[in-house]
């Protein structure tokens, strides 16, 4: 069975750095597309980050120069640094896998996802 | 960047209705389109991808159509399990943007 685990969350004040980790099983990162999407409390899903299986990595502008996505193929982990952070990054990080498009025109969707690491930026 | 518009942010309907989500986009995004289900608390669940593709085990009654710039999803013979938040997502340049979700009650 594939799946995801998120770890990594806690109180953070604002300025501060934090870095969020997502083991894999059942699946390599290596080979995968891996996201990681937020949802602040109360509000919809927001796309934060990913990386490609040729180690291209792409940011949301809210994000982008403050974090960083990177991963370690020979732990299966995944990880977001997230330094100088702010109020508005208080949310529950998510990791998931994304299937990947297609030059032809199709998404294949995010169809692995975990739990949940939960981020407060907060003094 | 790509924009999307999601409507309507909420909805109410009964057991046994169909309902209907939009997502526009603000450009032609083919079928780099996905949608899925969040019960509170939960995690994302995908019901539907390339637009109209049912991701297995995903109950019938869930439907996606559209391409280039709008897209729906359907649900019909709505169950009381159906009660959740729904987004859309699309893909254009490396960027994987969500829809703002619609809030489904069943009555």
């Known amino acids: 069975e594939m799946e995801v685990a998120e770890s990594g969350g806690g109180l953070i004040q604002p300025g501060g750095s934090l870095r969020l980790s997502c083991v894999a099983s059942?699946?390599?990162?290596?080979?995968?597309?891996m996201s990681w999407v937020r949802q602040a409390p109360g509000k919809g899903l927001e796309w934060v980050s990913i990386?490609?299986?040729?180690?291209?990595?792409y940011y949301a502008d809210s994000v982008k120069g403050r974090f960083a996505i990177s991963k370690d193929i020979s732990q299966n982990t995944v990880w977001l640094q997230m330094n100088s952070l702010r109020a508005e990054d208080t949310a529950v990080y998510y990791c998931?896998?994304?299937?990947?498009?297609?030059?032809?025109?199709?998404?294949?969707?995010?169809?692995?996802w975990g739990q949940g690491t939960t981020v407060t930026v907060s003094s | 960047d790509t924009q999307v518009t999601q409507s309507p942010s909420t909805l109410s309907a009964s057991i046994g209705d169909t309902v209907t989500i939009t997502c526009r986009a603000s450009?032609?995004?083919?079928?780099?389109l996905a949608w899925y289900q969040q019960k509170p608390g939960k995690a994302p669940k995908l019901l539907i991808y390339?637009?109209?593709a049912l991701e297995t085990g995903v109950p019938s009654r869930f439907s996606g159509s559209g391409s280039g710039t709008e897209f729906i999803l359907t649900i019909s013979s709505l169950q009381p399990d159906d009660s959740a938040v729904y987004y859309c997502?699309?893909?254009?340049?490396?960027?994987?943007?969500f829809g703002q979700g619609t809030k489904l009650e069943i009555k």
């Open positions: 059942g699946f390599t990162v290596g080979s995968s597309y």
């Open positions: 450009q032609n995004i083919n079928r780099w």
């Open positions: 990386i490609y299986n040729n180690y291209n990595t």
């Open positions: 997502q699309l893909f254009n340049n490396n960027l994987y943007t």
């Open positions: 390339k637009a109209s």
């Open positions: 998931a896998r994304n299937r990947g498009y297609d030059s032809s025109g199709d998404y294949y969707g995010t169809d692995v």
